[in-house]
């Protein structure tokens, strides 16, 4: 009788022949008449912190003499899968078994494999994706039958499998650490009355049957997944003691061998001391695999299916289950006088021995309990080296033109713009410094007693010294901030939601006592708002928290995130002074009846509109000055590291921030000055409304103060959607050397296929920064508030300048924060567009990120199509 493999019927691959399997000996030779079995098992975790491997053994399985059924289970992504299945799978064979008796074996195996793959799943759905572990399997059914291959001379219908398996065991799960290579082995000898043979001969006997396990619980004998049960060899020999019935077998039967898998576990038999694969290795690796992957819309990139499963079949992996299948490989083999024993292990005995290996080490152990010290031949390197298997990629994700933008001006218009618009600013500052140098400013000092601060009708020299300690406070907070982020990485989501929350409480307090009522409203509904979207974004927090150490990580190996981030803080600041000078030369020289005002030009209306321009101006460039910032990491180091890996691998570019910078500052800048006009323009109005508001207030009409305050939180919202979609278009512009017009349809088509949702939840790191900033302003603000209260200059006496002071030194502050924070929001975004464009690059570049990413959103993790 030839051989007989087969696939499952569900799985796109075909049949595995002899050759292919390297197959040693002859099978289905005659049956040996042997009818008991030894079982030794060993396991081991490596370096892994826990053990996520099991197995299962049940002698006399099904209350048949001889009978056995052995397994092992390989765990990833959690130790569940393999537990449960250790557990449970050779109930669902024995439901199986008895269901449908006259199906025959392969496909009853088949069937066992799909129902245990179907509950997984569920279990997974109804935990609502708390369990999404998987694992590989390889089974072995050793089963007592007749010529016709039926089990004729059984005459009563078993009870359960506990009474009709006198013998059965479950691993016991091990806490500790766990290499890529957790292995267990355990082997079965079977004896018969005869003289002993000599050792190695080829005689009669079925030595051992190695069996590769690893730590599993034990649940009750019912079908119930959860109720817990403890079994062992002694308390199922009691059950045969206290009459659980036994059939016997007649000694004309043969004894055939049914082995499945999924996955890389394998099982080898040793036929006189050859080896002989029973099983088919699942990988990545493998071009039919690999096809079945990509026909059903999957990708296979460095043996790994959509770059983060090694194996492209398994027991459960839900949220993989479209590619990854759990329809086993199944061989069928009568066992002849010639097989010894039986070898099931996982990868981590195959990564460290090949087949012959592995039997010839067996092969030299006496006793079947000895079987212990297996894997220490793959971690004492005495094993040979893994098998070299070709990389099977359907397309490198390293091709296309990254990082190879073409070479020409983009948004030539908005360049010209830009350039007119800060040589305009500049003149008007060069006219007004001068002539308010020259005057010698307008007397006082910072903060003299009794409110002795000059005697100007405007703005004086106190007001700057005012904002100039607002920049340096706004300096100091944003560096603290940054070295709070880099030491606290996995804790500053909760560090700074909870410190706006109670920062947001305090000042409202604070506002409420000194009766500046207007605020106090403003920032209660703050507070609110806080409370609520900390307890709304809490259950993102662990992935935007591994996003956020990723970043970080990336930043530690590249200091040149931190130097472009200073280097924009200290830009921004200094652009802050120039403007903060400039303004308040403004006033001195052309407000009516100003000492500085000598001729008759002076004018409110001039006043208000240079200051206007300087206004719009400032925000334009530090827009600008931002957006070149986050260009420039996204296109360097972080940029680099997505497509080019770590420096120390050689492939990353000499030098990518000085090359990023240079495209951002040059061919870019008119793509980033465009986007930074939409931003300008929106924050120009929110601030517009937010002066009628304080006029409003300030005039006694609370309407029009309601309506104004509502009007600017409306734009607020519309301004904060364009800044973060901006970022993502930026992100194209620095890796593309697209223009803005291009970048933004990119952008737009990345958050139709991704789902708006998933991304501004996914983002919760740039909320967190953004959060970040928002204290520094308000802290800033806050310090203007308390200066202005305790110095009384005599400029604000009425208290008129207050609300513009306020309002400068909130965006100052918040200006230098957000600079800073764009470090970290550049190489968050980065990754995201990176995930869009090539999401297996990701799964090479940090598995574990994309595994949770692929796990919580696994549509994110196939690439958008381009259109």
């Known amino acids: 009788m030839p051989p007989r493999f087969s696939d499952s019927p569900n799985a796109r691959s075909k049949s595995i022949t002899t050759v292919e399997l390297d197959t040693h000996g002859i099978l289905n030779r005659h049956a040996t008449k042997n009818s008991a079995f030894q079982v030794g098992v060993s396991e081991d975790k490596g370096t892994r912190r826990t053990m996520e491997d099991s197995h299962s053994f049940v002698v006399d399985f099904d209350a048949i003499r001889g009978q056995g059924f052995f397994a092992v289970f390989d765990g990833h992504a959690g130790k569940h899968a393999a537990e449960w299945c250790g557990s449970h799978f050779h109930e669902y064979l024995l439901s199986s078994l008895h269901g449908s008796p006259n199906m025959p074996v392969p496909d009853l195996l088949n069937e066992t494999f799909h129902k245990v793959d179907e509950s997984l799943s569920r279990m997974c759905e109804e935990s609502e994706g708390k369990i999404h572990s998987g694992c590989t399997a390889v089974t072995a059914f050793l089963r007592v039958e007749d010529a016709e291959g039926h089990q004729s001379f059984i005459n009563a219908t078993p009870s359960s499998p506990i009474a009709e398996s006198p013998v059965s065991g479950h691993s016991n799960d091990h806490e500790s650490s766990h290499s890529s290579g957790a292995e267990s082995n355990g082997n079965t000898s079977s004896d018969q009355n005869k003289p002993e043979k000599k050792k190695f001969s080829n005689g009669s006997r079925i030595r051992k049957a190695l069996k590769s396990l690893t730590g599993s619980v034990s649940y009750s004998s019912t079908s119930t997944p959860s109720t817990p049960r403890s079994t062992s060899p002694s308390a199922s020999r009691r059950d045969v003691a206290l009459g659980a019935t036994v059939t016997i077998p007649p000694v004309t039967s043969r004894r055939v061998l049914y082995t499945a898998n999924a996955g890389d576990a394998r099982a080898v ?172 400013g307008l007397g006082g000092g910072l903060g003299k007693p009794g409110g002795k601060t000059g005697t100007a009708v405007t703005l004086n020299r106190s007001a700057v010294y005012l904002l100039l300690l607002v920049t340096a406070a706004a300096l100091l907070l944003s560096t603290a901030y940054l070295m709070l982020t880099r030491a606290f990485t996995r804790m500053i989501m909760h560090i700074t939601l909870v410190l706006s929350i109670l920062l947001n409480i305090g000042i409202c307090v604070y506002y409420w006592i000194t009766k500046y009522y207007s605020g106090a409203i403003i920032f209660t509904l703050i507070a609110i708002l806080s409370v609520i979207s900390y307890f709304g974004f809490r259950s993102r927090i662990p992935l935007a928290s591994l996003l956020l150490q990723v970043v970080m990580d990336i930043a530690k190996h590249h200091k040149s995130v931190y130097v472009v981030a200073f280097i924009a803080l200290f830009i921004q600041a200094a652009l802050s002074v120039w403007f903060t000078f400039t303004a308040i030369a403004t006033y001195a020289k052309y407000t009516p009846g100003n000492p500085g005002c000598a001729s008759a030009g002076c004018s409110s209306g001039k006043v208000a509109g240079l200051v206007f321009f300087e206004t719009f101006s400032f925000l334009w460039t530090s827009q600008v000055v931002k957006n070149v910032a986050l260009a420039t990491l996204a296109g360097g180091p972080f940029g680099a590291w997505y497509y080019f890996g770590p420096r120390d691998l050689g492939q990353m570019p000499a030098h990518p921030t000085t090359s990023a910078f240079g495209r951002a500052s040059t061919l870019s800048l008119g793509s980033i000055a465009f986007g930074s006009l939409i931003v300008t323009l929106l924050e120009l109005l929110k601030m517009l409304l937010n002066m009628a508001r304080n006029n409003a207030n300030a005039d006694g009409h609370p309407v029009e103060a309601c309506l104004a305050c509502c009007a600017a939180c409306f734009v607020g919202i519309i301004e904060s959607m364009v800044e973060y979609f901006n970022r993502y278009a930026y992100i194209e512009i620095a890796l593309y050397g697209k223009p803005y017009i291009a970048a933004a349809k990119d952008t737009w088509r990345l958050f139709k296929d991704r789902g708006i949702d998933a991304l501004v939840n996914d983002s919760l790191v740039g909320m967190t920064m953004t959060w970040g900033g928002y204290i520094i302003g308000l802290l800033s603000s806050l310090f203007a508030y308390l200066y202005l209260r305790f110095t009384a200059p005599s400029y604000n006496a009425d208290g008129n300048y207050t609300a513009p002071l306020l309002l400068f030194a909130f965006l100052i502050g918040l200006q230098c924060s957000l600079t800073l924070s764009s470090a970290i929001e550049a190489g968050v975004s980065t990754i995201f567009v990176g995930l869009a464009e090539d999401p297996q690059v990701l799964a090479i570049r940090a598995p574990e990120l994309f595994g949770l990413i692929a796990t919580t959103y696994p549509h994110v993790t196939s690439g958008v199509p381009n259109g």
Request: net charge negative; charged share 25%; glycine share 10%.
């Open 269 to 440: 038999l040793s036929r006189a001391g050859k080896a002989v694969r029973l099983t088919y290795d699942h990988k990545g690796s493998d071009k039919q695999e690999a096809k079945r992957i990509t026909d059903a819309g999957g990708f296979v990139m460095s043996g790994r299916v959509n770059g983060v499963l090694a194996v492209t079949r398994s027991l459960g992996d839900s949220s993989m289950k479209e590619f990854v299948v759990g329809a086993p490989y199944t061989t069928e083999t009568e066992l002849c006088d010639e097989d010894e024993f039986l070898v099931l292990a996982c990868d981590g005995l195959w990564d460290v021995a090949n087949d012959q290996s592995a039997i010839d080490l067996v092969r030299e152990i006496g006793d079947a309990q000895a079987a212990r010290p297996t894997p220490n031949y793959g971690f004492g390197g005495y094993g040979p080296p893994p098998p070299q298997q070709p990389i099977y990629d359907q397309k490198s994700p390293f091709d296309g033109d990254r990082f190879k933008p073409k070479k020409k001006i983009n948004d030539p218009i908005f360049l010209v713009l830009f350039v007119l618009q800060f040589l305009g600013f500049a003149a008007l500052s060069g006219i007004v410094l001068s002539s308010w140098v020259s005057s010698g």
